[in-house]
């Protein structure tokens, strides 16, 4: 695939584009109000796209790339290959599509079934076990970041921290579910309270989107 480099010009190319939520902005309350929606997505992720807007140049596909090289491989052949300013806001970027493409609205005892949910009885003993654990890692993870489901070459469940803008992809693995720790994503409705914040977060999880990324 082709690589991006920095725009010198800093010229506004528009190669990315804001994501469309799934849902509307009400649609996640209690656990999300739209007033963070509409910081943390209207605000902080359209930042994070005009940023490399302004900073990276359109890509340049190999032969075989030409017709598929869509804006998802894009941000993944950039934080793969790239570093500084724009790794940082691809990261931002890529980690946020995932993030908010995960959700649905609240659903009381929501849970995934079939494949996934055996995988992960299989792994951690049981979903009540896997949540503690993921919500144990989010919760200490110093300062700002991410906490990650994700799925390795042989399909074995991990669970990882990742800081700042950085995803699983760079480890070799394949992100399925992420919490965002940051405090922009939460401090609205939970202030300090970051395992509040975690905690509530399984009501709004569609599980189905995290299966087909695990089948993906």
């Known amino acids: 695939m082709g690589k991006f480099e920095v725009n010198e010009q800093r010229e506004q190319k ?15 309350e209690p656990v999300i109000n739209k007033e963070t929606i509409a910081f943390h997505h209207g605000k902080h992720l359209a930042g994070y796209v005009n940023n490399l807007n302004g900073l990276a140049s359109p890509p ?13 491989e894009a941000l993944v052949e950039i934080v793969l290959h790239s570093e500084g300013a724009i790794l940082n806001n691809a990261g931002q970027i890529l980690n946020h599509n995932l993030y908010f493409g995960q959700f649905t609205a609240p659903k009381s005892d929501n849970r995934p079934v079939g494949r996934l949910a055996e995988a992960i009885d299989r792994q951690f003993g049981s979903f009540e076990a896997f949540k503690e654990e993921f919500q144990k890692k989010g ?46 994503a939460y401090y609205l409705d939970y202030q300090n309270r970051r395992p509040d914040h975690l905690a509530a977060l399984w009501q709004i999880i569609d599980w189905d989107v995290i299966e087909s990324r695990l089948d993906g």
């Open 139 to 184: 919760a200490t993870l110093f300062g700002s970041g991410w906490v990650w489901l994700s799925a390795d070459k042989d399909g074995k469940l991990v669970i990882t921290q990742e800081p700042n803008a950085a995803n699983p992809i760079q480890k070799g693995l394949k992100p399925l579910l992420t919490f965002d720790v940051w405090e922009h």
């Open 14 to 28: 528009n190669i990315f584009q804001l994501m469309a939520l799934p849902y509307a902005p009400e649609a996640l």
């Open 60 to 72: 340049n596909p190999s032969p075989k790339d030409e017709g598929s090289f869509g804006e998802l």
